[in-house]
């Protein structure tokens, strides 16, 4: 259900599934068809936001501080940002969102996924008592030994991105419970092909809505 003439996407997936350069090609798409596009990320998108990524990725925490982090950092996202652009009829393309406090804070560290549900509820309630989901979620689906290797050569990792292959494996079937519970709302993305092929497959989930012409 769409709760305004915007348009809430995100974009989610273990670390290393190639998300990002994805995200910008559907930004430039949906301006090439003449639409205001705000490109935002989880944790993140407010200066108050962004200062808690910062202790989110790098300060050691127990998970129920994570989480909580994690959820006021999008309290002040959707309030400053998101619901605005939305009431504006913007696209709002997220790089990351609640699923990713399931998959990561739930199944990754084991945190009690029924506290998540109330945080979520918390959060995303509007004053008319609407539960703010996103209208589409993309989600790139990747073993955890693939992401493993392609991590192997990134950048010093943080707080996540060093955890062991384990923690990926369950953070991947985080994401594949919530894909499970709400199948309408995810394009699952097989992201386990040439760089081209997964593109395609991003674009086609966009054509498939109307909401993109084909490429
Ligand atoms: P990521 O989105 O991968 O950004 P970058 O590509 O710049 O590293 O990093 C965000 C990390 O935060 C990622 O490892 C997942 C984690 N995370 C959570 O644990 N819980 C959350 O709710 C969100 C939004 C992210």
């Given at each position: 259900?769409?709760l305004s003439a915007?348009?809430?996407?995100?974009?989610?997936?273990?670390?290393g599934?190639g998300k990002?350069?994805?995200i910008?090609?559907?930004?430039?798409?949906?301006e090439?068809t003449?639409?205001?596009?705000v490109?935002?990320?989880?944790?993140?998108?407010?200066p108050?936001?962004e200062?808690?990524?910062?202790?989110?990725l790098?300060d050691?925490?127990?998970p129920l501080?994570?989480?909580l982090?994690?959820?006021?950092a999008r309290?002040?996202?959707l309030a400053q940002?998101i619901?605005?652009?939305?009431?504006?009829?913007?696209?709002?393309l997220?790089?990351?969102?609640?699923d990713?406090?399931f998959?990561?804070q739930?199944h990754?560290r084991?945190?009690?996924l029924?506290v998540?549900?109330q945080?979520?509820?918390?959060?995303?309630r509007?004053?008319h008592?609407?539960?703010?989901?996103?209208?589409l979620t993309v989600w790139f689906d990747l073993?955890?030994?693939v992401?493993?290797e392609?991590?192997?050569?990134?950048?010093?990792?943080d707080?996540?991105?060093?955890?062991p292959?384990?923690?990926f494996q369950r953070?991947a079937?985080?994401?594949a419970a919530r894909?499970?519970?709400?199948?309408?709302r995810?394009?699952?993305?097989?992201?386990?092909?040439?760089?081209?092929?997964?593109?395609?497959?991003?674009r086609?989930a966009f054509?498939q809505r109307?909401?993109?012409?084909s490429s």
């Amino acid at each position: 259900m769409s709760l305004s003439a915007g348009l809430f996407i995100t974009f989610e997936g273990i670390d290393g599934a190639g998300k990002s350069t994805h995200i910008a090609s559907i930004a430039r798409a949906f301006e090439a068809t003449g639409r205001r596009v705000v490109l935002t990320r989880e944790p993140g998108g407010t200066p108050l936001a962004e200062k808690l990524r910062g202790l989110v990725l790098n300060d050691p925490m127990d998970p129920l501080c994570e989480s909580l982090l994690v959820f006021a950092a999008r309290r002040d996202h959707l309030a400053q940002v998101i619901e605005p652009a939305l009431a504006d009829g913007a696209v709002v393309l997220c790089d990351r969102f609640t699923d990713a406090t399931f998959a990561y804070q739930g199944h990754g560290r084991g945190f009690d996924l029924r506290v998540l549900e109330q945080l979520e509820a918390w959060v995303q309630r509007d004053a008319h008592g609407n539960l703010r989901q996103p209208d589409l979620t993309v989600w790139f689906d990747l073993p955890a030994a693939v992401a493993a290797e392609r991590l192997a050569s990134a950048r010093v990792p943080d707080r996540f991105e060093s955890q062991p292959q384990a923690f990926f494996q369950r953070v991947a079937s985080g994401y594949a419970a919530r894909a499970a519970q709400a199948p309408q709302r995810f394009a699952r993305i097989d992201a386990d092909q040439p760089r081209d092929a997964v593109a395609e497959a991003v674009r086609r989930a966009f054509a498939q809505r109307g909401w993109l012409p084909s490429s």
